[in-house]
């Protein structure tokens, strides 16, 4: 029994001409991929309950699926004043004959479900899956023998719970008995008492508080499905159900959100698994109505806060909505040649014209370079300004601060102004100080401009905070005024109010990193795979060995594992390397990649 009288309004455009199980995708439409999961069950008849757009449905698919389905239509003539409890009250004395499948047409689903719903010794289930932030909809309790407790409609639904919650896949076995003598039966008379404008769930909430009726939770564990409402659910579950050369691409170009997929792995995206702590975090939370509902500060604030962060003066320093902000804005005030060391972060090269970016490729097999090797070749290829990601992104290759420093002044005596990004810095592992972002230094060195993202080493990405200092209080003051004067949020205002008092944990947090990278490269130099470059930042450079490439080693592990890493094979000098940069995450996370890895 598919459910498929919807208008579907939630869809737009996808929905003017068709009914909502006639979208596609990935070039297969809803209603194909289910009749064909259902086609290979045995099943004596299909019976799809039609409204909106229902001719168009019946003519596409006629009256029997590829010879092997026959298909019957139930007709819910106004499918606009009434819900799907009225559909289904149409079909129940067809619904009284067998023993059923129950499934909306809005769903995309791993091939498993139907054989797991069959498989399972009880006669009466609904498969449900743990909840998940995505969900919407009727949600239910159950217990340790999967029975359901109750069901948890919108109304009570309670976000303090949620650990609890379990969300029902819209995918339920029915014995005939059970139809016949239960189910029909509470239909009717729920349906009589509270209209037609309802759900058929709630019946099942009726029903589940009888203690004589078996009614069990069926839950999918790790099977992939999702609930198609919108435009954005149709684009994750594109996503989703790619198939396996499409499915990397599809999430690259997504450059993050990857929240919105609670089971995927990410490896590609860079922060520190130490940092926030809960303590920091309960504290944001305390004050969430307040931030959500308040404006932020203007730049004069905001670049107070991000001068008591670093301790450095408030007219060295504008803050940015993320270092992307600011480094797009400092590009663009950039004249004559740039020196970029490539590979790099591509967000600065990006910026500018092919013509005007001096190309420095280290020569080794390990991308290591020094400061006399910087200085010999700008020496020889003069450029107004050398840009130096420090540690580089993706080499992790990494300059102490003297040899900057020796690197500013040689700068500075040729005219030339020195861009560094320093925003993996608090990950390497010397002695002494590391950060540029100092007064003294920003003072001595003028020429000198120091980048740092908050993401990525204060594992804070969703906050969107990045800052820029220098000496050059006049460049300062035209970035201040070239970007947005509300261009950070409430949250990332507040985090920066507060960070001080964490000052401690953040360092010792640095310190536990550290720990854990040495760990898990030893452990990743065991993985025949990989010949692993050496780090100081938090992540690993890896040269895939072993006959694979770097984008089938990729595409394995999102497409057997659900782990994503990056593939560095379109980076600029690493293409044809077989190269892979690999984030480093928390102990537990690190080991399930060594796992894959191991396995693959």
């Known amino acids: 029994m598919i459910l498929a009288a919807g208008l579907g309004r939630r869809l737009g455009e996808y929905t003017r001409d068709n009914t909502k199980c006639m979208v596609a995708v990935n070039g297969e439409r809803l209603i194909d991929r289910v009749l064909r999961q259902l086609s290979v069950l045995g099943l004596r008849r299909v019976v799809i309950v039609i409204g909106y757009k229902g001719e168009q449905l019946r003519a596409y698919l006629g009256d029997n699926y590829h010879g092997v389905l026959p298909i019957e239509y139930v007709n ?79 109304k009570a639904f309670d976000y303090s719970e949620v650990a609890n919650y379990y969300k029902t896949v819209n995918i339920y076995k029915f014995s005939r008995d059970f139809l016949r003598d239960v189910y029909v039966p509470f239909l009717g008379a729920y349906s009589q008492v509270m209209g037609n404008n309802d759900y058929y769930e709630q019946v099942l909430r009726v029903i589940t508080t009888l203690d004589r009726v078996e009614f069990k939770a069926l839950p999918i564990g790790e099977a992939k499905w999702y609930e198609i409402d919108d435009a954005q ?42 940092f926030p702590p809960k303590r920091l975090r309960d504290e944001i939370k305390s004050c969430f109505d307040e931030l959500l509902t308040g404006y932020p500060s203007g730049m004069a604030v905001n670049s107070l806060l991000a001068a008591k962060y670093f301790g450095i003066r408030q007219s060295h320093v504008v803050v940015g909505n993320g270092a992307a902000e600011l480094i797009k804005s400092l590009m663009a005030s950039r004249v004559g040649k740039v020196g970029v060391v490539f590979p790099t972060f591509e967000e600065y090269p990006n910026r500018l014209s092919a013509e005007r970016i001096v190309e420095f490729v280290p020569s080794g097999a390990d991308l290591r370079y020094s400061v006399d090797d910087l200085m010999r070749h700008f020496g ?136 854990e990278r040495e760990r898990f490269a030893n452990r990743l130099a065991t993985v025949p795979l990989l010949r692993v470059l050496p780090s100081q930042a938090n992540y690993f450079l890896c040269e895939v060995t072993g006959g694979m490439t770097s984008t089938s080693l990729t595409e394995r592990l999102l497409n057997d594992h659900n782990i994503l890493i990056k593939d560095c094979n379109g980076k600029k000098a690493l293409e044809g390397r077989n190269m892979v940069r690999i984030a480093v995450r928390s102990p537990r996370d690190n080991d399930r990649l060594i796992d894959a890895l191991n396995e693959l």
């Open 76 to 154: 819910n003539p106004i499918y606009d004043r009434t819900n799907n409890i009225y559909s289904l009250s149409l079909a129940k004395e067809l619904l009284v004959q067998d023993d059923t499948l129950l499934i909306e047409s809005d769903l995309i689903f791993d091939d498993s479900l139907f054989s797991k719903a069959l498989a399972s010794e009880h006669p009466n289930v609904a498969l449900v899956a743990k909840y998940e932030p995505w969900m919407d909809g009727t949600m239910v309790r159950i217990d340790g023998d999967d029975n359901i407790v109750s069901f948890v409609p919108r």
């Open 233 to 274: 659910d149709l684009d994750i579950a594109s996503t989703i159900f790619a198939d396996d050369h499409r499915r990397l691409p599809m999430y690259a170009r997504r450059y993050g959100g990857y929240w919105r997929f609670p089971k995927l792995l990410d490896f590609c995206y860079l922060v520190n698994p130490f």
């Open 380 to 515: 020889a290829h003069p450029v107004e300004t050398l840009l130096l990601v420090n540690p580089d992104n993706p080499s992790g290759n990494y300059l102490c601060r003297s040899d900057v420093e020796r690197l500013a002044q040689w700068c500075a005596g040729r005219g030339m102004t020195l861009v560094v990004d320093e925003s993996f810095v608090d990950f390497a592992d010397v002695a002494g100080e590391k950060t540029l972002l100092d007064d003294g230094l920003l003072e001595r060195y003028k020429n000198m401009i120091v980048v740092k993202s908050i993401s990525k080493s204060y594992g804070v990405p969703g906050l969107r905070l990045g800052v820029m200092a220098s000496g050059d209080t006049a460049l300062i003051d035209c970035l201040k005024r070239d970007v947005a004067i509300w261009n950070i949020n409430s949250f990332a205002e507040f985090y920066l109010q507060i960070f001080n008092k964490y000052e401690n944990l953040y360092r010792e947090a640095c310190v536990k990193f550290i720990a």
